[in-house]
């Protein structure tokens, strides 16, 4: 089962254009970067042209209670937010620059602007191709109205509609492999994160973390996407802006190191230094992959999830929800994700081992060898490595792997760490022996078996955004990794709320009406059930499936572009939102 899924998580996620030493630009992501330009070419910079207009739809400026929707245009925002704003923004851009240094954070910029653009157009023609379903007397402002919705669109809907009753078989693989994705990735996971950190920071049990993350989700979501536009109108708001007011107070206090940061986001972006943080960085396409990749998930632009959310909003005209949409990408990528990156670079964190504990049976160790350009993953796990007084015995450093932490090369290796294991003098014993990895295991000279040892180790993903926040407002107290953590609670929890909706629509397209409360039940049980289980490779299936479900939906929002370029100039040209809704003109 894990060898199947591995093969199909690297055929999705990995092959693709090869780079060198083991890497490639995956297919899936040259597609997404391609559509982006694409649609920033066809509509004329859309993204850039509409911008101010955008801002002021969502405002409310314009809205109108009596068009047919569920939510305003700021709740239909905030519900995609909610999906968008989360572990990719704490996790994956602290990834992006673990691995591709400063100038990943360029290529993240570039992404999101043309992401603005991917988002405009599947928005845009999701709006126009929805399937409103007017309540009859009876139903109208009752429960039942509420927790089925109104309206119902998304990728499953334009890709029938738009391409025509042939193309229904792709529609409908789209919603199975979105409604797989919505049980996995975009819930069970997420309350595996909640109920981890709890756990690990709080000592909370994981069944308890679960109970009472399944309830809270299914008090929210059994109300249905209105209930659920209220909860993310307020929820999302609050922990971005603490979020947000956190990196810019790491700032704040290291304002110094803002200015020669940006500087290093354009140099290294084109030309970066040898052997960043140790992991190989300097070769440009490494930089320029993880850059394009990070910037492409934080958005999620072109997965087709977001046009579910926007389609449910209260307008007539299609384009204008479209100029709301094309706000996510700069929220998300171009505003969230450069304050973790920049949080992370001007507080020194990146980059900068600290004592670490090294669980030889971890998933964050990986044996690497010294390459044109840095120092690359091997293929090969050794049989043995011999240590003495605490360093690696490498003879060939081309051909040898080296134990590595989270991508970076480790110096030494300790037997022990005192105290809480935060500085250099608490690690003591130079461990001398042999390392056996494919046991996971090291053996001392005297025949003790370890199966942890200590030494100087960076941190990646969330740790590292943690570690950032930790020492960015250490002159404020030892509190500041409070709000990662926090942030990460709130963000997986909002996942959650959203990612049920997307899925609800795809049972309602593939099964009906009847399908909807099922279809709660069954994913308030996987967020309990992801909680309490070990996930690594259920993680990987909804990935997968995610990875599949973009390329029939950039497909139909590519063949229909002219629908969509039909529909801007009209609505460009009537300029609708200058009339208010009683008729009066606006100055």
């Not at 209220?230 to 704040?252: C, W």
């Not at 001007?346 to 998933?363: C, H, M, Y």
């Amino acid at each position: 089962m894990e060898g199947v899924v591995q093969f199909l998580n690297d055929l999705v996620w990995t092959y693709g254009i090869p780079l060198g030493g083991g890497q490639y630009i995956p297919w899936v992501v040259l597609l997404l970067l391609g559509a982006g330009i694409y649609f920033t070419l066809r509509l004329t910079f859309i993204q850039i042209r509409q911008f101010p207009h955008g801002i002021a739809v969502t405002s409310g400026k314009y809205d109108n209670p009596d068009d047919p929707g569920d939510v305003s245009h700021f709740q239909a925002l905030t519900t995609a937010l909610s999906a968008t704003l989360g572990i990719g923004n704490i996790a994956g851009a602290a990834l992006a620059i673990h691995i591709g240094g400063p100038g990943a954070l360029f290529w993240m910029w570039v992404t999101g602007i043309l992401g603005m653009a991917t988002k405009y157009s599947e928005v845009t023609i999701a709006q126009f191709y929805r399937n409103v379903d007017e309540p009859t007397e009876e139903e109208r402002g009752t429960w039942q109205q509420t927790w089925k919705g109104t309206v119902a669109g998304g990728p499953m809907f334009y890709i029938e509609k738009g391409l025509g009753k042939n193309w229904k078989p792709l529609a409908i693989f789209f919603a199975v492999m979105l409604m797989i994705t919505s049980f996995l990735t975009g819930n069970a996971v997420q309350a595996n994160t909640v109920a981890d950190v709890m756990n690990s920071e709080f000592g909370v049990a994981v069944w308890v973390s679960g109970i009472l993350l399944a309830a809270v989700i299914a008090l929210v979501i059994l109300g249905g996407v209105t209930a659920i536009g209220r909860v993310t109108g307020t929820l999302v708001p609050v922990m971005a802006a603490l979020y947000v007011i956190g990196a810019l107070f790491v700032l704040a206090f290291n304002y110094t190191e803002v200015l020669p940061t940006l500087g290093s986001v354009f140099t290294n972006a084109f030309n970066p230094a040898a052997g960043v943080a140790g992991t190989g960085a300097g070769a440009f396409l490494l930089t320029f992959q993880y850059g394009v990749q990070r910037g492409l998930f934080s958005n999620e632009a072109g997965m087709g999830s977001a046009p579910i959310a926007h389609s449910a909003a209260k307008t007539n005209e299609p384009a204008s929800e479209g100029v709301v949409a094309l706000l996510e990408p700069f929220i998300d990528t171009i505003t969230v994700v450069t304050l973790t990156c920049l949080a992370i670079l001007v507080s020194g964190a990146w980059g900068n081992p600290i004592p670490t504990e090294f669980n030889l049976d971890s998933g964050s160790v990986e044996y690497r060898v010294e390459g044109e350009g840095g120092i690359f993953p091997d293929a090969d796990v050794p049989e043995e490595i011999q240590i003495e007084n605490g360093r690696q015995q490498i003879q060939n450093p081309d051909e040898d792997p080296q134990f590595a932490w989270r991508q970076a090369v480790v110096g030494r290796f300790y037997t022990s760490c005192a105290g809480e294991c935060e500085d250099d003098g608490d690690l003591q014993n130079p461990f001398t022996g042999t390392l056996f990895p494919q046991k996971n295991v090291a053996v001392s000279e005297d025949g003790t078996t370890y199966e942890v040892l200590y030494g100087q180790g960076v941190r990646s993903g969330a740790p590292l955004t943690r570690l950032a926040f930790e020492r960015g407002l250490s002159p404020l107290g030892d509190w500041g990794g409070y709000i990662v953590i926090l942030s990460v609670l709130l963000f997986a929890i909002s996942t959650s709320i959203s990612w049920s909706y997307y899925g609800d629509r795809c049972a309602y397209y593939l099964f009906g009406e009847r399908a909807i409360f099922p279809y709660k039940v069954v994913f308030v049980i996987m967020n309990f059930t992801g909680a309490v289980t070990a996930l690594t490779t259920i993680w990987t299936i909804g990935d997968i499936a995610l990875g599949i479900v973009i390329v029939p939906n950039l497909i139909a929002v590519i063949m229909l572009t002219d629908k969509v370029k039909e529909i801007t100039d009209d609505y460009l040209e009537r300029k609708p939102w200058l009339t208010m809704r009683q008729g009066e003109e606006r100055d």
